[in-house]
């Protein structure tokens, strides 16, 4: 059987293995002139494989419509990657939060095995073409697909098996898998051209938003005071203050930008919140709050007593000299403000009353999200082929037969911890070994 599998990132790279390996004929195009793109940035560089959680936990860490995933789950496993890529040769190791990384901490070896995989399989790799058409099944069973060279990136790499129509190639296949990504990091490759081939074969594109992405604040010179300033250990909340409603909640660490609030727990966050109901204009009408606890460890009641130790110790001096061993130094001018105590008020003269005024602030400093940012900083993109067009035990396409569906262009989408991944194998495979 011929099967072309559109898109070389780590879901078309893992459905032309598993087709492969079933003895079909596979040809992956790839737009750009390496495979891999995205997958190279993953984990700052380091690639976050998978998470070490039970498979059966994977769906609760998936906001993005997580149920349709349980059988591509249950055929490809985060032990079967880890597997994977130890039969290839690279070893992986475990770090916080349950996050696998190769032991060498470069997502170029990762990359490494994949492509060996696919050079053993004998995967014909067509470099710098750009798909613009799927031409559904003709009377002889075989969808076509058309295809426009990348003339300023061609190495030459161009294998004989399309027909040369006025600079258009044109393949043809038994099966096509589509596997072109999202909308996140366009630079990558991954430019939503995949939703319009799909539009035009009848599919439905649900609205496209990012996902674990930075989050854009109203008060933006506070948080170009606090550019730069990491915080680790501490517990966010997202609140709907319409109706005092948690969104989401979480603890670890965050950074403040110069546009609002980023890092782990806040892009995890965000996957949370493109999905929340009437977000706009919550987020429009300065309804959706960042709530921070900087000091998740200690009780309000044990914070006063830590407060009362300092104040002990710098009794003589001014209030804004006497919370150096408390919080960050790039921290404490902000804090000084919003806690309305005169910074030139001697510690010794701080009242019961400002004294919890400090603490409540410590314990429950909120930030006014404003929105999110562009999503070509994105992590993921939010939406896609919509679920009820796709048989989630073979990723095959409910409208076009022969078409199946792998990775971020389907409406699936994870919080951050190496789930995203996971997703990208696991329907991968499910597509490439349904053939």
């Known amino acids: 059987m011929n099967v072309i599998v559109i898109g070389g990132g780590p879901a078309g790279m893992m459905a032309a293995i598993a087709s492969a390996e079933n003895g079909n004929n596979?040809?992956?195009?790839?737009?750009?002139?390496?495979?891999?793109?995205?997958?190279?940035?993953?984990?700052?560089?380091?690639?976050?494989?998978?998470?070490?959680?039970?498979?059966?936990?994977?769906?609760?860490?998936?906001?993005?419509?997580?149920?349709?995933?349980?059988?591509?789950?249950?055929?490809?496993?985060?032990?079967?990657?880890?597997?994977?890529?130890?039969?290839?040769?690279?070893?992986?190791?475990?770090?916080?939060?349950?996050?696998?990384f190769p032991v060498t901490d470069k997502s170029l070896d990762v990359l490494k095995?994949?492509?060996?995989?696919?050079?053993?399989?004998?995967?014909?790799?067509?470099?710098?073409?750009?798909?613009?058409?799927?031409?559904?099944?003709?009377?002889?069973?075989?969808?076509?697909?058309?295809?426009?060279?990348?003339?300023?990136?061609?190495?030459?790499?161009?294998?004989?098996?399309?027909?040369?129509?006025?600079?258009?190639?044109?393949?043809e296949a038994d099966k096509v898998i589509l596997a072109t990504g999202g909308n996140s990091y366009p630079l990558t490759g991954s430019t939503g051209d995949g939703y319009e081939l799909a539009k035009k074969l009848g599919h439905t594109v649900t609205k496209i938003r990012p996902s674990l992405v930075p989050l854009e604040a109203f008060e933006q010179n506070m948080c170009k005071d606090l550019q730069g300033l990491s915080l680790r250990n501490v517990n966010i909340e997202l609140k709907n203050k319409e109706n005092n409603k948690i969104i989401y909640q979480d603890?670890?660490?965050?950074?403040?930008?110069?546009?609002?609030?980023?890092?782990?727990?806040?892009?995890?966050?965000?996957?949370?919140?493109?999905?929340?109901?009437?977000?706009?204009?919550?987020?429009?009408?300065?309804?959706?709050?960042l709530i921070i606890d900087f000091k998740p460890a200690l009780s309000e009641e044990k914070l006063d007593e830590r407060i009362l130790r300092d104040f002990a110790e710098f009794k003589n001096k001014q209030f804004k000299n006497s919370l150096d061993k408390l919080l960050?130094?790039?921290?404490?001018?902000?804090?000084?403000?919003?806690?309305?105590?005169?910074?030139?008020?001697?510690?010794?003269?701080?009242?019961?009353?400002?004294?919890?005024?400090?603490?409540?602030?410590?314990?429950?400093?909120?930030?006014?999200?404003?929105?999110f940012r562009p999503i070509d900083e994105a992590i993921v993109t939010s939406g896609g082929i919509n679920i009820k067009e796709i048989n989630p035990k073979t990723m095959e396409s409910k409208l076009v037969d022969g078409l199946y569906f792998a990775g971020e262009i389907i409406d699936v989408d994870a919080y951050t911890g190496g789930f995203n991944l996971q997703i990208a194998y696991s329907t991968g495979y499910t597509a490439g070994n349904n053939m």
């Open 26 to 100: 596979v040809i992956l195009l790839e737009k750009k002139e390496r495979l891999g793109r995205k997958l190279l940035i993953t984990g700052k560089g380091r690639c976050n494989i998978t998470s070490s959680l039970p498979i059966e936990e994977f769906i609760q860490n998936i906001p993005g419509n997580g149920q349709f995933l349980y059988s591509a789950f249950k055929n490809y496993t985060n032990n079967d990657i880890i597997n994977f890529l130890n039969e290839e040769g690279l070893e992986v190791k475990e770090e916080r939060g349950n996050r696998i």
């Open 113 to 171: 095995c994949f492509t060996k995989k696919l050079k053993e399989l004998n995967v014909k790799i067509e470099y710098n073409m750009e798909v613009t058409e799927i031409v559904p099944k003709d009377e002889n069973g075989k969808l076509k697909v058309k295809t426009v060279e990348n003339k300023e990136n061609n190495g030459g790499n161009i294998h004989n098996r399309y027909k040369n129509k006025n600079n258009i190639k044109i393949f």
């Open 328 to 371: 960050p130094q790039k921290l404490i001018p902000v804090i000084i403000e919003r806690s309305g105590i005169n910074p030139n008020k001697k510690v010794n003269e701080i009242n019961k009353k400002e004294r919890h005024r400090l603490v409540n602030l410590l314990k429950n400093f909120e930030v006014t999200i404003r929105g």
């Open 251 to 289: 603890f670890g660490e965050m950074l403040f930008t110069h546009f609002g609030v980023s890092g782990p727990i806040i892009l995890s966050g965000s996957a949370h919140l493109v999905r929340y109901k009437n977000i706009d204009e919550l987020l429009k009408n300065k309804k959706i709050v």
